[in-house]
């Protein structure tokens, strides 16, 4: 007969709903409102996981989202399983199945728990320390490590589920839905301030709602029953929103907060599709106000992490809220008089309480006294100083402190107990607040660090601000909101409360055993298995700094990022090395608060939607014509277009062949287009380009280079004079944005005098460029208007005409070296243009060719791509292209800096073309060049840029730059590869047509 | 993530804005008389404070207006926006 642990209707557990759930292959059932964790204690279920390095059985702690132990694994195997869940944070629903972490074979009977035999030779650093040498051993250890580390299993199957994001504008953000958090949430939105009000839980109400301190009375009633009425009010205020299951993730500067959404979590299977599973809330709040509330401290003890031993007010809260009891005979282990209130709530229960064990002389306030009339044994001064029971606690040894609290004294005590609720005081959630970049100051009466310094338009309220009282919060509240909100009144700034008054305080971070510290092991990080004595050894090791302790032996460093024992780790690490802890500080909060999935950091940005592509307007010509595609910056372009079975090789040089035998047509629509206008247009121009634009006339094109001001080339293209005051310039694909960014700045900031305006037409005109020696023909049967003689429509000229009545321009401009035409028209008409070209040109056999042909053709003629054969290291003059500076212009941007002594060097790298001795052998781009092959270490002079095998030369060309290349014409130069060592020549880039008789063929 | 006045468009999110280095670095005027130190000091030389710092912003997203911008460092105050060419705060 299972033992009843079921021991209180609660309001928030419907009994009449029962849900079965699985836990490690086994079904067990909760009812509706249990956690996974209310419902395994409801069983009788401690043991949950192991730990992280010894793999110690560890259980259920907390109930809440500061739990370090009970992680699981939920729904394994499926499409929708998730590693590291808190059990105390999913509530339960029909067939869900959860399973134990970081054992093997099962929880019960767990191989790496040798580790925990063996932990006197796993001491802080121990893979530091171990793994150094010697260093060959690494990728030995490397899969060891590897193996042994993490917790829970990532998915491997596509999530199913839809995340969301949404932007959320208010007045006042409220964080924390306890006591504080409402009140405060009711009066803003009462003051005609849009309010949101968000709490990670699933009930409103913080821990007021069910913990009924026997002395708190507000307005005569009980605290709970009070609260109660006023989140029943919440429905009826206008302005206020309250989203529960929302856990703020991160508190970033100007009141910008990111918080994560729960819907679906807590349904079951059915319920949960087509729904969104999650959805990342975007949250601008004009104010501010934190209720995170506290977080119950544990105490650091000798052997204080069996299944079994929990906080204080977690056994509480599943007394009191979810009904369920966590043991049959409890002690109580405190330096406060909040566990007093655990053990009274038990004991009305009529569950048996064995004693209390407090660090403190006493205490008088009432609660105490109530509990000691009761006759509840309470043993003042006296400490735990060890536990026993392997995988469920079972017995603790206790012992009378010395008066300073560094040793025990007299015997041991024996407490038989199967529950241990230990209370360490209570530490504020300040995360959120020094998230947003606020300041800290340490209350030393109070053992706490609390907000002192806002940094933007926000207050901490509650027990997060250090008001742990509920006349203290209600008290402090009623002024701070006043002054915050700018309102005259508060709606409880007159109400009675009565309150117990703790007096009595003692704080102890490291309590004491009767064996030496070396034998014990009180955990400070549960998570990851960090003891005092590891933070100890790290001091003794010379580790100061807390950050570098933290570092050292991942104290705070596992999912919860200590929320639990991060104050300990401070206050022994302050005690050891005889600091303040004002002065040491704390390790920086860093976001999320708890973890977030993926899927909502991504939201809808997934599959096709990952990133945004852009497309020509003859896109859907390409695909029905069989493309591959290349992603050049954003856009989607033709990268080559395999004929039936041919393969990239095969199809790349067809189709460069036949742009230089025939006819060949290329999609250069997403060259970067800027329309400038202004009478200072030529000005502007001869400013940005190396090259002088004054003369150019109207009608003509020319080719620009535009440099960085260190002298660096920047981008290229050819810009043609539409009219006296008007270009069209062309830039790179990848660099249109930036060049246009860049053009912006200097018109701005450098020569607002200049009267030049600047639009980008990128997306507003379609580009087909008609290449090949009958690239005449097929323009003139497309536009027999228009007169292709030479001398109308020379090399390097522009001519607007009309196609169809559409206007249209054409530039007689060329990046293969071809005789070739490049006709813009209206985006919208690309796809017609497009069509009627290839119709044209079907008697020449006109072939679609896509960048890879267009590079080649371009390497031939020793035309360089930016960004390719530069990259952001080279001069004009290292690219040989000296031509193009002009000796005129007085300046231009980056003119300066070809006069720098280090520009200047004549062993820079400069563009050089290679030839191998083997034509057939083509070369790797990336690949490096030295001029010795015995020589150690071997000097690189340089790399190959661009490599082809080019099908017009029936050899293998490649471009290169080289540390002196310029003068190394002809030099013989060594390609050293993996396999083999390729001989190259350097030579002439411009491999192909040198004098550029083609141009005019 | 800082909300950015924009001189010509308003309250604007920060990821419609690109910063754009340190504010008031003129361009020289006559760059070919200068020195390799001294134009090197215009190109290459940028204070990086940590504390209160004149920086150039460009509504990138937006209007794609530069403006100028004091900004704390220290804890991202963004204590004046002023439109390009205008005389930076003596205090």
Request: charged fraction near 25%; charge should be neutral; hydrophobic fraction near 35%.
């Amino acid at each position: 007969m299972q033992k009843k642990l079921r021991v209180k209707t609660s309001e928030y557990i419907d009994e009449t709903n029962r849900v079965s759930f699985k836990f490690n292959g086994k079904s067990y059932y909760g009812f509706k409102g249990d956690t996974l964790a209310s419902a395994l204690l409801a069983n009788d279920v401690h043991l949950v996981g192991r730990s992280f390095k010894y793999h110690r059985p560890r259980g259920v702690m907390t109930a809440g989202s500061e739990e370090p132990n009970a992680l699981v694994q939920v729904n394994d195997n499926t499409d929708r399983t998730e590693p590291n869940v808190r059990a105390t944070e999913v509530e339960i629903y029909e067939g869900l199945e959860a399973s134990s972490q970081n054992c093997w074979p099962n929880v019960n009977f767990d191989i790496g728990g040798v580790n925990n035999v063996i932990s006197p030779f796993l001491p802080a650093g121990f893979y530091y320390k171990t793994f150094m040498w010697p260093a060959s051993f690494w990728e030995k250890y490397e899969y060891f490590i590897r193996h042994s580390a993490g917790l829970g299993k990532s998915p491997r199957k596509k999530d199913p589920d839809v995340y969301d994001h949404k932007y959320i504008h208010c007045d006042v953000l409220v964080v924390g839905a306890g006591i504080a958090g409402i009140l405060a949430a009711k009066n803003a939105a009462k003051n005609n301030l849009k309010t949101l009000l968000v709490d990670e839980k699933n009930e409103l109400g913080g821990a007021t709602i069910y913990e009924n301190r026997e002395f708190n009375k507000i307005e005569n009633q009980s605290s709970s029953d009070w609260l109660k009425k006023e989140i029943q009010g919440l429905k009826d205020i206008e302005n206020l929103e309250v989203k529960t299951r929302t856990s703020v993730a991160a508190y970033h500067a100007y009141n910008y907060l990111l918080a994560r959404e729960n819907l679906t979590d807590h349904l079951e299977k059915k319920d949960k599709q087509g729904k969104i599973r999650q959805r990342l809330l975007k949250i601008r709040a004009k104010k501010v106000i934190l209720a995170t509330g506290a977080l119950e401290r544990p105490l650091i003890f000798n052997n204080n992490d069996r299944p079994g031993i929990m906080l204080s007010s977690a056994v509480k809260k599943y007394a009191d809220f979810y009904g369920v009891i966590c043991g049959q005979k409890t002690v109580f282990f405190t330096n406060n008089d909040s566990a007093y209130e655990s053990a009274l709530c038990l004991h009305n229960r009529g569950i048996k309480v064995e004693a209390i064990i407090d660090i403190r002389d006493n205490s008088d306030s009432k609660i105490v006294k109530a509990v000691e009339d009761t006759g509840i044994k309470v043993y003042w001064s006296h400490t735990v100083v060890d536990t026993s029971g392997y995988k469920r606690l079972k017995n603790i040894s206790v012992m009378k402190l010395s008066n300073d609290g560094m040793s025990v004294t007299g015997n041991r005590i024996e407490i038989s107990c199967d529950c241990l609720g230990m209370s360490g005081g209570w530490t504020p959630a300040v995360h959120l607040f020094t998230q947003s970049g606020g300041k800290l100051s340490f209350d030393e009466e109070n053992k706490v660090f609390l907000p002192s310094k806002y940094p933007s338009e926000q207050i901490s309220i509650g027990s997060c601000n250090g008001d742990f009282k509920i006349n203290q919060i209600i008290k402090n509240l009623s002024k701070n909101l006043k002054d915050f909100l700018k309102i005259e009144q508060t709606d409880f700034d007159n109400i009675s409360v009565d309150i117990d008054d703790e007096k009595s305080k003692r704080n102890i971070w490291l309590l004491p055993s009767d064996k030496p510290i070396g034998k014990t092991k009180p955990f400070v990080d549960y998570q990851n298995d960090a003891t005092a004595k590891d933070i100890k050894l790290a001091l003794r090791e010379g580790f100061r700094s807390i950050e570098h302790v933290k570092r050292y032996t991942t104290t705070g460093m596992g999912t919860d990022q200590g929320k639990l024992g991060n104050m300990h780790a401070l206050g022994i690490i302050a005690d050891t090395a005889g600091v303040k802890m004002g002065d040491l500080g704390t390790t920086t909060f860093r976001p999320p608060y708890t973890p977030l999935t993926f899927g909502t950091i991504v939201g809808r940005n997934v599959g096709e939607y990952f990133d945004i592509f852009r497309r020509t307007p003859m896109n859907d010509w390409h695909i029905q014509n069989k493309v591959e595609f290349e992603n050049v910056g954003q856009w989607k372009r033709g990268w080559y277009y395999p004929a039936d079975g041919e393969s990239m090789h095969q199809a790349v040089q067809r189709e460069s062949k036949a742009a230089r035998e025939s006819a060949g047509i290329l999609d250069a629509s997403t060259l970067g287009k800027i329309d400038i206008q202004g009478s200072d247009a030529s000005e502007f121009l001869n400013r940005v380009y190396t090259n002088a634009w004054s003369k150019l006339a109207i009608g003509k094109c020319r080719y620009g280079l535009m440099l960085n001001e260190d002298g660096m080339v920047y981008d290229d293209g050819v810009t043609t004079r539409l009219g006296e005051n008007h270009y069209l310039m062309t830039t790179t694909t990848g660099g249109a944005a930036n060049v246009l960014g860049k053009l912006e700045d200097y018109l701005q900031t450098e020569w607002p005098e200049l009267n030049v305006y600047l639009t980008s037409v990128t997306d507003h005109y379609a580009t087909a460029s008609v290449c090949g020696p009958n690239s005449k023909k097929i323009l003139n049967k497309i536009i027999p208007d228009l007169d292709l003689s030479d001398e109308s429509f020379p090399h390097m000229s522009f001519k607007e005409v009309k196609l169809n009545n559409v206007k249209c321009r054409v530039m007689r401009i060329s990046f293969t070296g071809e005789h070739s035409y490049e006709i813009n028209i209206q985006a919208s008409y690309g796809k017609s243009l497009w069509e009627k070209c290839i119709e044209a040109g079907k008697e020449f056999n006109i072939t679609p060719y896509g960048t890879e042909a267009m590079h080649l053709l371009r390497a031939e003629k020793g035309f360089i791509i930016v960004g390719q054969d530069t990259d952001g290291t080279m001069t004009p003059i290292d690219l040989q292209m000296d031509w193009i500076i002009s000796k005129k212009k007085y300046d231009f941007i980056g003119k300066r800096s070809l006069y720098r002594s280090d520009t200047m060097r004549e062993d820079r790298k400069q563009l050089v073309g290679l030839v191998t001795d083997d034509p057939k052998v083509v070369l790797e781009e990336g690949a490096q060049i030295v001029s010795e092959l015995n020589q150690s270490p071997v000097e690189m002079l340089g790399h190959v840029t661009s490599s082809y095998y080019s099908p017009n030369l029936k050899k293998s060309i490649a471009l290169a730059v080289v540390k002196g290349g310029k003068n190394m014409m002809g030099k013989k130069l060594f390609i050293p590869m993996e396999d083999k060592t390729i001989n190259v020549s350097v030579a002439n880039p411009v491999f192909f047509d040198e004098k550029n008789k083609r141009l005019n063929a | 993530m800082f909300l950015i006045n924009c001189p010509y468009c308003g309250e604007r999110d920060q990821h419609e804005f690109k910063a754009g280095g340190e504010a008031h670095i003129e361009r020289p005027k006559q760059p070919t008389e200068l020195s390799d130190d001294e134009w090197a000091e215009y190109l290459f030389m940028r204070k990086n404070i940590k504390g209160v710092q004149f920086e150039r912003w460009n509504h990138a997203h937006g209007c794609r207006k530069w403006f100028n911008m004091v900004r704390d460092t220290s804890n991202d105050e963004i204590k004046l926006i002023y439109k390009m060419g205008e005389k930076p705060p003596s205090e």
